[in-house]
């Protein structure tokens, strides 16, 4: 059995790690509060554009005479290259957060017949690099606070590799926040834009009228779409990562009182041993004195 020393030590390491995990379940949590806000905010937003800019791409008038040159980023064509976008966290402590992504952009890229991957946070370039994976471009320092800023030079990535032929289509692979106890990943066909029509949505030629012209239009949504979608699925995640982190830590909180409690008890019994057996050796000789 350890010496109450030993014991004593290691109590006072426990509660200082419980310390560490405690203030970071707090950080966690505050930030979640505003995380989880900007996420439900910005869905709606990011929904609307796409509903607009596909009813608008849907409607044949606004795409008739439009050229690959005029609208790249509409091009379809065999998928030979498949581009992934692939958003973890930069940091760890965050429970399965990160391996449940990571697990399902595996069986993702894996299904295709070539990738070209994009990687949005350290854990998830470390991840591919161990594994022997190319990553082409890698961006880190603000998965748990995103701008829109930061989601257009993702974006630019993106497009400037679809534009230019060296991959066919591109997808978003990010985590979908529904509470702080539960999140999915998910995969979002991001490029190219597929019009209603071709999904059985599309409206009646001559059904929407556009002012500026519909080249003008396209010109503008398409790039903003993209740059929304993707500033879309960095907060859902960013609301992802702080939640796991919180569930982590107060699980990792927990924990370390159940340990405290042990040890405690350990503390105790190793204490008591050694006061029962100086009260032993004293008696011992004391009698050894009287039979002398």
């Known amino acids: 059995m350890p010496n109450p020393r030993e014991i004593h030590r290691r109590m006072r390491s426990v509660k200082n790690i419980q310390q560490i995990t405690k203030a970071m379940k707090m950080v966690a949590a505050a930030r979640l509060r505003r995380a989880q806000e900007k996420a439900a905010s910005t869905r709606p937003f990011a929904d609307k554009i796409a509903s607009l800019l596909l009813t608008a791409v849907g409607d044949r008038t606004a795409v008739t005479g439009l050229s690959q040159k005029d609208a790249p980023l509409l ?141 003008v239009l396209l010109a503008q ?8 979608r993707i500033y879309a699925g960095l907060m859902q995640s960013a609301a992802s990562e702080l939640g796991a982190r919180m569930t982590a830590m107060s699980s990792a909180t927990d924990n370390a009182s159940e340990l405290l409690s042990a040890l405690e008890l350990s503390y105790n019994k190793a204490r008591q041993a050694g006061i029962t057996r100086e009260i032993t050796e004293i008696v011992g000789g004391a009698e050894a004195l009287q039979q002398s």
């Open 75 to 215: 091009a379809q064509r065999p998928v030979r290259k498949t581009g992934f976008i692939v958003v973890a966290a930069d940091k760890g402590l965050a429970g399965s957060y990160n391996s449940n992504l990571l697990k399902h952009a595996m069986a993702e890229i894996a299904e295709a017949d070539d990738y070209y991957l994009i990687t949005v946070g350290r854990k998830a370039k470390e991840f591919f690099q161990h594994r022997g994976y190319d990553v082409e471009k890698d961006f880190f320092g603000l998965s748990d606070k995103p701008n829109f800023e930061y989601a257009m030079q993702i974006a630019k990535a993106a497009v400037d590799a679809f534009k230019t032929g060296e991959v066919d289509e591109v997808r978003l692979i990010s985590t979908r926040f529904k509470s702080a106890l539960s999140f999915t990943p998910e995969t979002l066909n991001l490029l190219p834009v597929v019009p209603p029509a071709a999904e059985g949505k599309g409206g009646k030629s001559g059904d929407i009228l556009f002012e500026p012209s519909g080249e």
């Open 221 to 228: 949504l398409l790039p903003y779409y993209v740059n929304t």
